[in-house]
């Protein structure tokens, strides 16, 4: 399951979507999420999903990889559903016993919530996905940018952002060998209360928490030894540069979401 978790990952390609800026691909992203949110019905959520095949399918990702980011998120999509399809207890009910009873909007609910948070995961991976993590950087450092005049040390929040990103996979590694040799020493994880899995998984974690601390002091003695002093006198040796392309994205994204928000107030769609 560790193995199956792809935040954060980059997928290199040459793709049209690996060419856009940046930057234009955090705001798509930011755009993407309120597409999401703001559908209220089924056809409006099926324009963001269709949004997102479209933009994967220019970006030329995998599928098998689009759907490996979706294997972690089983256990909530699982509860979720399950929340909404027995405590919404309006609108025509489909089955009742006893104190279990479950609607037509229950079963509306539970559908629609699903897939919502399924189109959020695969859509919002595709930024780690074809971004690098320097670019990605630089991206955040600039559209922060004006946050400069009320003096909030821009570069380093960028900085400290990317690179949790840049070591969420390195840490599921590093814990999935751990397991795998606590394993090999007798050790059992997966049997037993709450509690007694509690109690397993420390042999784990002081070693990941050693290990973390141990990279990160040897990331700053790096970063040290090659006279990093923040955002100041930074040069960059690829400059970010909006091009038509990226405009023409931009374009496009704003029309499905204005094609979402228009679906909103036309009566009789679900």
Not at 262 to 269: I, Q, R, S
Request: proline share 4%.
């Amino acid at each position: 399951m560790l193995r199956d978790i792809t935040i954060g990952q980059f997928y290199p390609g040459k793709s049209v979507i690996h060419k856009l800026d940046p930057r234009f691909k955090l705001i798509f992203t930011v755009i993407l999420i309120v597409m999401l949110f703001a559908s209220k019905g089924f056809i409006g959520l099926f324009v963001g999903i269709f949004y997102c095949l479209l933009a994967y399918g220019l970006s030329r990702i995998p599928v098998k990889l689009m759907t490996k980011s979706l294997k972690p998120i089983l256990p909530i999509i699982i509860i979720t559903a399950i929340l909404n399809l027995f405590f919404i207890r309006t609108g025509q009910a489909v089955f009742h016993w006893k104190f279990i009873l479950i609607t037509y909007d229950g079963i509306r609910t539970a559908l629609f919530m699903i897939i919502r948070i399924i189109a959020l995961i695969v859509g919002t991976s595709l930024l780690t996905y074809t971004t690098s993590p320097i670019v990605l950087t630089d991206a955040i450092e600039r559209l922060l940018s004006p946050l400069k005049k009320i003096k909030v040390p821009v570069h380093e929040l960028a900085m400290m952002m990317t690179i949790a990103l840049r070591f969420i996979p390195t840490l599921i590694e590093e814990t999935d060998k751990t397991m795998s040799a606590q394993k090999a020493r007798g050790a059992d994880l997966e049997t037993g209360n709450i509690i007694q899995r509690a109690k397993a998984l420390v042999p784990i974690l002081i070693p990941l928490f050693v290990s973390s601390l141990r990279r990160a002091e040897e990331l700053a003695l790096a970063m040290e030894c090659r006279c990093y002093h923040g955002g100041d006198g930074r040069t960059r040796m690829k400059q970010l540069k909006a091009e038509k392309r990226d405009y023409v994205a931009f374009a496009v994204t704003i029309g499905f979401l204005a094609g979402i928000i228009a679906l909103n107030f036309v009566p009789g769609l679900i």
